[in-house]
Structure formats: C-alpha cells, structure tokens
C-alpha cells in the first residue's frame, strides 16, 4: 500500500469543499439578486459547506482522486434556478451560470495577493515554521480555483459553461444545441477524463491563468 501523505490530502479536501461551498453559493446569491428566490429559500445563499455537499461528488471521489492523485474534479448539488422568476430570462440566466466559475477565480486572486504578502517564517532558528502550511494552502486554493474555473467552463451541459453558451446562443439554436448535449453531458465528460482530452482542454488555459497568478 502506497504511503499517504495526509497533510496534503487534508489541505486539499479542504480548500476543494471551500471552492466548491463558494461556488455554489454565488450561483445561488446571483439568482436571488436577479429575482428569484429559489435557491435562497432553500438556504443555498450560505458558506456553510453541509447544505452544498453531495456525498459522491464533495465527497468520496475528491477523496480518492486526491489520495489516488487523478485529476478529477469534485461538484456539489446543483443550484435550482427558475429562469421564468429572473428579470431578463436567458440574459441573467448566463449572470448565474458565469457566477460560479467568477467566484473561483476571485478566490484564487486572493489566495494569490495573500500569498504574495506572506512573510517567510521562522526569522530565526528555532522558531515553528507558520508560513511553510499557510503558503502550501494558499498555493493549493490558486490551483483548485484555477482549475475549478476552467474545467466548469467547458461548454458541455450540465456544466456552466454549457449553460452559458446555451443562454448566448439564438433561442432557437440554444434550445436545439441543449437538447442535443445535455442528455450525453456526464458521458461526454468522462469520455474526456478517459481519453486525456481533459489535459488538452483544462490544462493550457488553466497554465496561462496560473502564469498571471504566480
């Protein structure tokens, strides 16, 4: 059996259900904005990470692609939107789509400022090393987010970046190209995993962002 690293698991698992919690949370903070309440009377408008989770996807296979150290992404439960309640339908529906993948990016531009400010401990010898876990953490919120952003940017329903490209479309080619790529959404992305095209899509856009951050 491999040894684990659990600091490393445990820092990841974090900042990943952080991520996650954040995302879906400005999905659903945007959809209230914009006029309907769906999500926030479910109590979705929240930090607290319980009322996010899905067990299989913030869960158990983040767990085991950490631990296994396979580039697969973890989701919560998706935020319900009522596109008829949103002042300007498909236009704010985009709005709520783009939040998410936003929301990411705006942490890992934070993580990146606070990393940038970090002062290296210990000054003298003897002293407990604090920066050394603070910075492994703000580094690992830069990629997740980085990460996070991109890959929900693939424009492949149920993802955002397929609702996003759905809302931008005519009505009537939205309409079509949804019902055409929401039914294979999951197969599609998993083909993607299976055939490495994640690395062609995820991988260059995430690298350039990075570059920018770091």
Same mark, same amino acid.
């Not at 990470?49 to 085991?64: K, R, S």
């Given at each position: 059996?491999?040894?684990?690293?659990?600091?490393?698991? *445990?820092?990841?698992?974090?900042?990943?259900?952080?991520?996650?919690?954040?995302?879906?949370? =400005?999905?659903?903070?945007?959809?209230?904005?914009?006029?309907?309440?769906? =999500?926030?009377?479910?109590?979705?408008?929240s930090?607290?990470?319980?009322?996010?989770?899905?067990l299989v996807?913030?869960v158990?296979?983040?767990?085991?692609?950490?631990?296994?150290?396979?580039?697969?992404?973890?989701?919560?439960?998706?935020?319900?939107?009522?596109?008829?309640?949103?002042?300007?339908?498909?236009?704010?529906?985009?709005?709520?789509?783009?939040?998410?993948?936003?929301?990411?990016?705006?942490?890992?531009?934070?993580?990146?400022?606070?990393?940038?400010?970090?002062?290296?401990?210990?000054?003298?010898?003897?002293?407990?090393?604090?920066?050394?876990?603070?910075?492994?953490?703000?580094?690992?919120?830069?990629?997740?987010?980085?990460?996070?952003?991109?890959?929900?940017?693939?424009?492949?329903?149920p993802?955002?970046?397929?609702?996003?490209?759905?809302g931008?479309?005519?009505?009537?080619?939205?309409?079509?190209?949804?019902?055409?790529?929401?039914?294979?959404?999951?197969?599609?992305?998993?083909?993607?995993?299976?055939t490495?095209? *994640?690395?062609?899509?995820?991988?260059?856009? =995430?690298?350039?962002?990075?570059?920018?951050?770091?």
């Amino acid at each position: 059996m491999p040894d684990i690293d659990f600091a490393r698991v *445990f820092i990841t698992f974090i900042v990943l259900l952080f991520s996650l919690t954040v995302h879906e949370s =400005a999905h659903a903070w945007t959809a209230s904005r914009l006029g309907d309440p769906t =999500a926030r009377r479910l109590g979705r408008v929240s930090l607290n990470p319980v009322v996010h989770a899905d067990l299989v996807g913030t869960v158990l296979f983040p767990l085991l692609a950490i631990i296994g150290n396979i580039p697969l992404i973890g989701w919560a439960k998706p935020v319900p939107v009522n596109v008829r309640n949103l002042k300007n339908g498909r236009r704010d529906y985009v709005l709520v789509a783009a939040a998410g993948p936003a929301s990411n990016l705006v942490l890992a531009v934070l993580s990146s400022m606070v990393l940038g400010l970090l002062t290296v401990s210990p000054m003298r010898v003897g002293e407990p090393n604090v920066s050394a876990p603070i910075a492994a953490l703000l580094s690992t919120a830069i990629l997740t987010n980085v990460l996070l952003a991109v890959f929900n940017m693939i424009p492949i329903p149920p993802l955002d970046g397929g609702n996003v490209l759905g809302g931008l479309l005519p009505r009537s080619l939205g309409a079509k190209y949804d019902a055409l790529m929401r039914p294979y959404g999951f197969i599609l992305l998993y083909a993607l995993l299976l055939t490495r095209g *994640f690395d062609y899509l995820v991988i260059p856009p =995430a690298r350039f962002l990075l570059s920018w951050l770091q």
